[in-house]
């Protein structure tokens, strides 16, 4: 005869029943929840109990009796028809997923506060907000919220940086194209910044704002564009005026002639302006005894200053013949009244001549740059 179940194990066992219905349905609601919330523990240590295995001897009826279930035996085993696998915590479950929401909620804490000092102009402090916000859980409205701020302290590189985060995340976040657009048109990447409003456009085409945006930056890169074009297209002008002069200055050095009046002179003279080579050689075919007869009276302080400069530059290398241009000027009709008439720049400039060139003179010529320094009115 089949021995009847005490009363007491038979009281254990409608109690681990009671527990294994509990931890289904408990299971069941777990499922529900989002699987791809991550945990953000923090380092908090979760509950390590092993709930697969009980602690305490348990009891299962037998259909020939009762049977001893030892601390080894699983409550899988024992539970009957519930199955449930071996490495499921459900404690450890539940801590993380709390421990996980409750991050979120800090997150998002975070990111209401960040909100409220961009509100109050605080951006410093909204950034430090919206960076917690980020460390908690990033999302692309924390990135793109903290480029904000960042554009208006004008940290621009950082603020295209988190939008570019921020489209990582979400790459349909028109909000991020927008502020990345910005930041980029202040960092001058003017190409990019038409892209990204450009793409923000065409996801909100009836978006006032964006449409201005695009209209804006677009109008910038055309003005530069057009600033660079002319710029280059003035420099290729000048560069083509340049090898003209050049070419023109060739020809003339070519054509250069002895003058047979003043008039021819400085014609000639003018038209090498800017060229002391060519002028030395214009001089140089022109003999230092034809000065007086081709300039008679009409020899002016301005060429005769200019004459002198020019000698100076072929002083040293040829004194003999400056020294002659020099005696033969003097010669010219009415040279002391020209001298007369210089101003006190130009003899203070004929007195630095003097003395830093031709002073620098062989002893031979000392006595003859001397009598011509007092007749041009230089005090020794």
């Known amino acids: 005869m089949a021995r009847v179940p005490s009363n007491h194990s038979r009281d254990q066992f409608q109690d681990m029943q009671g527990l294994f219905n509990n931890l289904q349905d408990w299971e069941l609601a777990l499922k529900g929840k989002d699987k791809k919330m991550k945990s953000q523990a923090g380092g908090k240590e979760t509950l390590k109990e092993d709930w697969s295995r009980t602690s305490e001897p348990l ?9 001893q279930v030892g601390k080894s035996t699983s409550i899988r085993n024992a539970a009957g028809p519930y199955s449930y696998s071996k490495n499921y915590n459900p404690i450890s479950h539940l801590s993380s997923e709390l421990i996980s929401e409750e991050s979120n909620i800090n997150a998002n804490s975070e990111k209401e ?16 907000c919206y960076s917690r916000s980020i ?21 621009f590189q950082e603020a295209e940086n988190d939008c570019t985060e921020a489209l990582n995340l979400d790459d349909r976040y028109i ?16 190409k990019e910044s038409i892209e990204d409003a450009e793409f923000a456009l065409w996801l909100e085409p009836r978006n006032p704002e964006i449409k201005k945006q695009y209209g804006e930056v677009k109008a910038l890169y055309e003005k530069k564009t057009h600033k660079i074009s002319k710029q280059e297209l003035e420099e290729s002008v000048q560069e ?49 005894a ?48 020209i001298i007369m008439c210089l101003s006190s720049a130009d ?29 041009y009115g230089l005090k020794q």
């Not at 859980?137 to 904000?148: G, L, Q």
């Not at 701020?149 to 940290?155: C, Q, S, T």
């Open 59 to 67: 009891t299962s009826p037998q259909a020939n009796g009762t049977q």
């Open 113 to 128: 506060l960040g909100n409220e000092c961009f509100k109050q102009k605080k951006f410093n402090e909204a950034i430090d």
């Open 135 to 155: 460390a908690l859980s990033p999302t692309a409205v924390s990135y793109a919220n903290r480029a904000m701020a960042y554009l208006k302290i004008k940290r």
């Open 175 to 190: 909000k991020a194209y927008s502020r990345r657009s910005t930041s980029r048109k202040e960092l001058g990447k003017l």
């Open 240 to 288: 083509l005026a340049a090898r003209a002069a050049g070419l023109a200055k060739t020809e003339a050095a070519k054509n250069i002639a002895a003058p047979n009046s003043a008039y021819q002179f400085e014609v000639s003279w003018r038209g090498l302006s800017g060229d002391r080579n060519l002028q030395t050689q214009l001089l140089k075919v022109t003999s230092p």
């Open 290 to 337: 034809m000065l007086p007869r081709i300039f008679k009276n009409a020899l002016s302080a301005p060429m005769l200053m200019d004459i002198v400069r020019c000698i100076a530059t072929f002083f040293i290398e040829d004194m003999n013949l400056a020294i002659r241009y020099l005696e033969d000027l003097t010669k010219v009709p009415r040279f002391d009244m």
């Open 347 to 375: 003899k203070s400039e004929l007195l630095k001549i003097w003395e830093e060139i031709f002073c620098k003179v062989a002893e031979e010529h000392s006595a003859t740059l001397g009598a011509l320094r007092v007749s």
